[in-house]
């Protein structure tokens, strides 16, 4: 029994111990295959919420490729999401958790640029100057005046961001724009609140192919109840042994 006890133990451990080291997420080895481009295929970057998400790699393989993931915010007012890589002309986009385009950046503004980032790669977040954060009009066809938007996100939470080459945009039910994607390109763009639908449900164009990774900040894993609630029954059923062991 003793054996069994300490078998057990060092399961548990290491168990632990991945899930506390555990900062990046990568598309196969973690998602298991290509991440979905809706809600409801994105991959859901689970593990302990404790934990920072500093980074998510995957790969566009085909043309018309998109690639989402529901990843959890903890710091709204200083979350940043940039993309690095061989995909050197990317698009990030961010929804809330029903699927609402928030944010969109396709370049990445002269000022806010990252250890190894082409000027083709994307930006989201704060930091940036004034006059960069963009508006969507009524119908999110074309950007407001330069500093008509201000950076914010409704609070911590779920939150989808998807990652695709330029000219892969995101299109509403009706196949309307969710949020403006246009000139500037290196505007940060709001999706305007007065469009009655800015649910992202299809996906238009096409674009290249290759590696990238999303680097974040103010990021946190997915937490998985069900995952948690097994490990920890499985360390109380081992608290139970060693009592009555004694």
């Given at each position: 029994?003793?054996?069994?006890?300490?078998?057990?133990?060092?399961?548990?451990?290491?168990?632990?111990?991945a899930v506390a080291s555990a900062q990046t997420w990568d598309e196969t080895a973690n998602g298991g295959g290509d991440?979905?481009?809706?809600?409801?295929?994105?991959?859901?970057?689970?593990?302990?919420?404790?934990?920072?998400?500093?980074?998510?790699?995957?790969?566009?393989?085909?043309?018309?490729?998109?690639?989402?993931?529901?990843?959890?915010?903890?710091?709204?007012?200083?979350?940043?999401?940039?993309t690095t890589g061989a995909l050197s002309d990317t698009q990030l986009w961010l929804?809330?958790?029903?699927?609402?385009?928030?944010?969109?950046?396709?370049?990445?503004?002269?000022?806010?640029?990252?250890?190894?980032?082409?000027?083709?790669?994307?930006?989201?977040?704060?930091?940036?100057?004034?006059?960069?954060?963009?508006?969507?009009?009524?119908?999110?066809?074309?950007?407001?005046?330069?500093?008509?938007?201000?950076?914010?996100?409704?609070?911590?939470?779920?939150?989808?961001?998807?990652?695709?080459?330029?000219?892969?945009?995101?299109?509403?039910?009706?196949?309307?724009?969710?949020?403006?994607?246009?000139?500037?390109?290196?505007?940060?763009?709001?999706?305007?609140?007065?469009?009655?639908?800015?649910?992202?449900?299809?996906?238009?164009?096409?674009?290249?192919?290759?590696?990238?990774?999303?680097?974040?900040?103010?990021?946190?894993?997915?937490?998985?109840?069900?995952?948690?609630?097994?490990?920890?029954?499985?360390?109380?059923?081992?608290?139970?042994?060693?009592?009555?062991?004694?």
């Amino acid at each position: 029994m003793r054996r069994v006890h300490l078998w057990l133990s060092s399961v548990a451990f290491v168990v632990l111990a991945a899930v506390a080291s555990a900062q990046t997420w990568d598309e196969t080895a973690n998602g298991g295959g290509d991440a979905g481009d809706l809600p409801g295929t994105a991959q859901v970057v689970v593990g302990n919420p404790a934990n920072a998400l500093i980074a998510i790699t995957g790969r566009i393989d085909s043309s018309t490729d998109v690639d989402m993931y529901q990843i959890y915010i903890v710091d709204p007012d200083n979350f940043r999401a940039w993309t690095t890589g061989a995909l050197s002309d990317t698009q990030l986009w961010l929804f809330d958790a029903q699927g609402n385009a928030l944010w969109h950046n396709d370049d990445r503004p002269s000022d806010v640029v990252q250890p190894d980032q082409g000027s083709f790669h994307s930006y989201i977040g704060g930091g940036s100057a004034a006059t960069n954060y963009y508006l969507s009009n009524a119908t999110n066809t074309a950007a407001g005046a330069a500093g008509s938007a201000t950076w914010g996100l409704p609070g911590p939470g779920l939150y989808y961001i998807a990652v695709s080459a330029y000219n892969r945009d995101p299109r509403d039910a009706g196949g309307g724009n969710v949020v403006y994607s246009g000139s500037p390109f290196s505007g940060i763009h709001k999706s305007n609140p007065d469009d009655p639908d800015r649910v992202v449900a299809s996906w238009t164009g096409t674009g290249g192919t290759g590696d990238y990774t999303i680097h974040l900040q103010g990021a946190a894993f997915v937490p998985e109840p069900a995952s948690v609630l097994a490990l920890g029954a499985g360390l109380a059923g081992l608290v139970g042994l060693r009592r009555r062991k004694k």
